[in-house]
């Protein structure tokens, strides 16, 4: 078992500056780091000051050059807003500059909200077929050179410039959960990554089923890396938990907020969905994310990712975009690294 820190910078109001949280994302890199974690994964999203992520190439990039061990990681850029021989340049570009650490994932996209400005207004649930293009026409590039004549791009012979590292290309993750995704992801050789956001353990069982399934409709592929990702908070009281699920319950009305794509935003900040909405949904409630979100004493950590081994899982990564201060981050990501990861050394 693997362990990962996937994070952005996160901002709930101005009293903090965009500086300073770029200096904490870079603090818990440097401590996933120290404490044997194989990979930072930062991720793509626009307007959004909850989920400060523009670009994951620049944060990387300079990642890289304050890390000597650690993977850097797009987790993941969203295929509709990227043309190909972009993608395949700037990921080159991130491998040269990190000597051969990057890890490319790829996703359809997630909100509406970014759709109306970035891609016109397109549904979002029609980002998959740009992912389906991307992810080969990308691999071509980095081969060498390759003119593509697909149903979304068109463009004469071209290549990547620079080329990675990494021979044959660095390592590409999809961002799965149906059925299908997983399959598209293990016939072009990619690793997968899922996330069960605010369901409990049954949903683990079901994606890593659906990979399963995926797997043995291909018996002659050799099988990828399979990724949970989950919001983690590690605390040591008894009653440590109460804080950590409050502040995943927020983070997950602000996330209905922004999904739900029918307030506009001012200046990048949305508050989130009031209580009241989630009366009927007990999913939401703290004392259900408790349960559900990685929250818990190290021990009850340790267990609860046995479990996920067992069920074939390689890698865990600890979803640090929780609503928390940045010293409770610091405290509960030092007990994961003190705790969990000698357990599974």
Known sequence: MRFSLFAHMERWDDQISHRQLFENL?????MAEAGGFSTVWIGEHHAMEYTIAPSPM????YLAGKTTTIRLGAGTIVAPFWNPIRAAGE?????????????????RGAYQFEFDRLAGGMPVADGGAYLRELVPAVRELWA?????????WKFP???SVPKPIQQPHPPMWVAARSPESHEFAIENGCNVM??????????????????????????DTPRPDLMVLRHTYLHSDEDGWREGAAAVSR?????????????TPVNGFLDPSPEEKFADRPEFAPEALHKTAMIGTPDEVIERIRRY???????FSIWADNGMTHNQKKQSLQLFIDHVVPAFS
């Open 26 to 30: 870079c603090e818990l890199t440097l």
């Open 58 to 61: 620049p944060l990387l990039s």
């Open 91 to 107: 990921c080159a570009l991130l491998d040269v500059i990190s000597n051969g650490r990057a890890e490319i994932g790829i996703a």
């Open 144 to 152: 060498g050179d390759y003119a593509h004549d697909g149903a979304i």
């Open 157 to 159: 012979t071209s290549t």
């Open 194 to 219: 899922v996330t069960p956001l605010m369901k409990g353990d049954e949903e683990v069982v079901d994606l890593t089923r659906k990979f399963d399934d995926a797997l043995a409709k291909h018996p």
């Open 251 to 263: 983070y997950y009305r602000t996330f209905d907020a922004w999904a739900g794509n029918k307030t």
């Open 309 to 315: 081994a067992d069920l074939g899982v390689d890698e």
